[in-house]
């Protein structure tokens, strides 16, 4: 275990931060809006998502316009870049990292908590409300394709046409037959 700390704080805090040497600021905004003016940080990593949640109940739901959707929440593919910034981080020895989002509660929460579980980091304050899909991604940054794929699998798949039953194609005779249908 590392005995690092871990500093989340909001946007307009880690915008009076200086960078410092061998210490890594996590940069956390939301789409459209302008990226934090951080100063010159040796080890940044910079993202965007919104601050939102999903589930295995929302992909059930969404089937394969889930990724339309919620594309402008955190998906496995940010998740996986993060978790391998982190990764090196912790692997080149640095053990004092930032972390912001908007409000520096529920984003930046979750990569404090992460780097608290996975890594013994100690957190500057109490993580009282973390992003919990953040988190998980984090944890897994795979937890959820495979459901995801298989609703855009099964999307994608050619639809069986269904054979008419030997009552519909009575029907259908007996209203061809009656100058109903042609």
């Not at 955190?74 to 908007?102: M, P, R, T």
Request: hydrophobic fraction near 35%.
């Amino acid at each position: 275990m590392c005995n690092g700390k871990v500093i989340f704080v909001s946007q307009r805090e880690a915008e009076t931060i200086h960078p410092e040497l061998g210490v890594a600021m996590i940069s956390i905004t939301d789409p459209g809006k302008p990226l934090a003016e951080l100063g010159s940080w040796e080890l940044i990593y910079r993202d965007s998502f919104f601050d939102g949640g999903y589930s295995e109940d929302a992909i059930h739901i969404h089937k394969d316009e889930f990724r339309m959707r919620y594309c402008s929440y955190i998906d496995s593919e940010q998740a996986e870049k993060l978790k391998n910034f982190i990764s090196q981080l912790i692997s080149s020895g640095v053990n004092k990292i930032y972390v912001h989002c908007y409000f520096g509660r529920s984003r930046s929460g979750a990569v404090a908590k992460y780097l608290v579980d996975q890594f013994g980091f100690e957190s500057n304050k109490p993580i009282e409300s973390p992003n919990m899909t953040v988190y998980k991604l984090l944890c897994n940054p795979v937890r959820f394709e495979p459901l995801i794929q298989q609703y855009e699998q099964a999307a994608k798949a050619p639809k069986e046409e269904k054979q008419p039953t030997i009552s519909q194609k009575f029907v259908d005779l007996l209203m061809v037959a009656l100058g109903l249908k042609k």
